[in-house]
């Protein structure tokens, strides 16, 4: 159930919209992001630094209490290679045990051609996840993939998705588990974040061993059948203690209540700290390390939530032109001055532009109304004059920059530079 919510999410986000407007969409060549309704430009970027610190710390304080729980239950590589790739293997080869019985048996037709076809059928659930990542990335309101005019329409977007799909076939077909053990940072780092009160799925030796069959005499409750070890993601023996490979999937767990049931044996039961240490104490929170990571989680969060309502519906700045700092011409000064606007909206906006900065101070704005379209910046020219002796000391000009609707209008200043005397 938690693969099906998740695999919707992961499939059907990239295509929705909120606003009219794609609900995740990250185009980095034109400096474009959409993030579940809001909007955002290159300016915007500084935000991303809390959103991920907090995101970090948060998935950080989550292992310190419960392990790699986010590697078995909600990482997209996890959730697509067992609840989408491995489903679609059993079915077209068959179950593991005689997958294995054919590969150490004769060479038949069997046996050559149910993996080809698992290969064959491999990319088949392919398209709408290669198409996940040009559909989030691409300005292009269209995948290629939908996009009738073929590829050279949209080379970057058919390069990307023809990467993808090579990288996502080695994957899947054959590297799989590997990214989780050998590649995957978090993986690496998972074993220094764990603390003898971390959550963790454990074996309990002193129930388990020693190992026999169900009516021996002298056994423990573990009949050795390695029902555990076939259903591991990563193939490894959880009776060997806690290891590194250990994503926390519990399927372990689910397997040994399936084989315990028969003979009324209760299996491994709930997770255990350690290597069968007595029941769970989820204390990992509250120890110094955990605390840690959870407070700065929150920090990071709660300045991303600040910095997001915070967020401003355009851009307005003065700015002086390059070149010489004022021209003196028949007994007047002048500065030239540049105001920068940028829609930051999702739909085209007018702005109104009046100098607030009265007499002797003259205003000559070539372009007092400005529409720009979404996420569109213009440059507007601005010239002021003063009498030459009616300057001194300093001097500075406002001036209002005001959207047409629902925006607040906001005031820019400028220094007015000009002779000492």
Same mark, same amino acid.
């Given at each position: 159930?938690?693969?099906?919510?998740?695999?919707?999410?992961?499939?059907?986000?990239?295509?929705?919209?909120?606003?009219?407007?794609?609900?995740?969409?990250?185009?980095?060549?034109?400096?474009?992001?959409?993030?579940?309704?809001?909007?955002?430009?290159?300016?915007?970027?500084?935000?991303?630094?809390f959103?991920?610190?907090?995101?970090?710390?948060?998935?950080?304080?989550?292992?310190?209490?419960?392990?790699?729980?986010?590697?078995?239950?909600?990482?997209?590589?996890?959730?697509?290679?067992?609840?989408?790739?491995?489903?679609?293997?059993?079915?077209?080869?068959?179950?593991?045990?005689?997958r294995?019985?054919?590969?150490?048996?004769?060479?038949?037709?069997?046996?050559?051609?149910?993996?080809r076809? =698992?290969?064959? *059928?491999? !990319? $088949?659930? /392919? @398209?709408? #996840?290669?198409? %996940?990542?040009?559909?989030?990335?691409?300005?292009?309101?269209?995948?290629?993939?939908?996009?009738?005019g073929?590829?050279?329409?949209?080379?970057?977007?058919?390069?990307?998705?023809?990467?993808?799909?090579?990288?996502?076939?080695?994957n899947?077909?054959?590297?799989?588990?590997?990214?989780?053990?050998?590649?995957?940072?978090?993986?690496?780092l998972?074993?220094?974040?764990?603390?003898?009160?971390?959550?963790v799925?454990?074996?309990?030796?002193?129930?388990?061993?020693?190992?026999?069959?169900?009516?021996?005499?002298?056994?423990?409750?573990?009949?050795?059948?390695?029902r555990?070890?076939?259903?591991?993601?990563?193939?490894?023996?959880?009776?060997?203690?806690?290891?590194?490979?250990?994503?926390?999937?519990?399927?372990?767990?689910?397997?040994c209540?399936?084989?315990? =049931?028969?003979? *009324?044996? !209760? $299996?491994? /039961? @709930?997770? #255990?700290?350690? %290597?069968?240490?007595?029941?769970?104490?989820?204390?990992?929170?509250?120890?110094?390390?955990?605390?840690?990571?959870?407070v700065?989680g929150?920090?990071?969060?709660?300045?991303?939530?600040?910095?997001?309502?915070?967020?401003?519906p355009?851009?307005a700045?003065?700015?002086r032109?390059?070149?010489?700092?004022?021209?003196?011409?028949?007994?007047?000064?002048?500065?030239?001055?540049?105001?920068?606007?940028?829609?930051?909206?999702?739909?085209?906006?007018?702005?109104?532009?009046?100098?607030?900065?009265?007499?002797?101070?003259?205003?000559?704005i070539?372009m007092?109304?400005?529409?720009?379209?979404?996420?569109?910046?213009?440059?507007?020219?601005?010239?002021?004059?003063?009498?030459q002796?009616?300057?001194?000391?300093?001097?500075?000009?406002?001036?209002?920059?005001?959207?047409?609707?629902?925006?607040? !209008?906001?005031?820019?200043?400028?220094?007015?530079?000009?002779?000492?005397?």
């Open positions: 159930m938690v693969f099906a919510v998740l695999l919707a999410i992961y499939v059907l986000v990239p295509w929705l919209k909120i606003g009219g407007n794609p609900a995740v969409l990250l185009d980095v060549a034109h400096r474009r992001f959409y993030l579940f309704g809001a909007v955002f430009n290159a300016q915007d970027v500084w935000m991303a630094f959103l991920l610190s907090g995101i970090g710390f948060a998935l950080v304080a989550l292992t310190t209490v419960a392990g790699r729980v986010w590697c078995g239950w909600g990482c997209p590589q996890t959730v697509y290679l067992e609840g989408v790739f491995r489903p679609l293997q059993r079915l077209i080869e068959g179950p593991r045990e005689r294995v019985r054919r590969e150490a048996g004769p060479w038949t037709f069997d046996r050559i051609a149910a993996p076809a =698992a290969l064959v *059928d491999l !990319p $088949g659930p /392919g @398209p709408w #996840r290669r198409a %996940r990542l040009p559909r989030v990335l691409h300005a292009h309101p269209r995948a290629v993939v939908d996009d009738p073929g590829p050279s329409e949209s080379p970057e977007a058919f390069a990307w998705m023809v990467a993808i799909t090579g990288v996502m076939f080695f899947f077909a054959w590297f799989r588990e590997q990214t989780c053990v050998a590649i995957c940072p978090y993986g690496r998972q074993s220094v974040l764990t603390d003898p009160d971390t959550i799925i454990g074996y309990d030796e002193k129930r388990g061993e020693p190992r026999g069959k169900a009516k021996g005499e002298g056994v423990g409750d573990c009949v050795d059948c390695n555990c070890v076939v259903v591991c993601p990563t193939g490894i023996d959880i009776r060997n203690g806690l290891q590194l490979d250990c994503i926390a999937c519990t399927q372990c767990i689910d397997a209540d399936e084989v315990m =049931a028969p003979p *009324d044996r !209760p $299996g491994q /039961g @709930p997770p #255990r700290p350690g %290597r069968g240490a007595g029941r769970p104490r989820p204390g990992a929170l509250w120890a110094p390390g955990g605390g840690l990571y959870a700065l929150l920090m990071g969060l709660g300045a991303t939530t600040l910095a997001f309502r915070t967020h401003t355009y851009e700045n003065l700015l032109l390059a070149g010489l700092p004022y021209t003196l011409e028949n007994g007047n000064v002048r500065n030239a001055y540049d105001i920068h606007l940028v829609n930051k909206e999702s739909h085209r906006v007018t702005f109104t532009i009046d100098p607030l900065t009265g007499a002797p101070f003259a205003f000559v070539p007092a109304r400005v529409t720009l379209e979404p996420l569109v910046g213009a440059h507007v020219p601005v010239f002021v004059t003063i009498p002796g009616s300057l001194h000391g300093d001097a500075r000009i406002r001036i209002r920059v005001r959207p047409e609707g629902e925006g607040q !209008p906001r005031t820019i200043e400028a220094p007015f530079l000009g002779p000492s005397r």
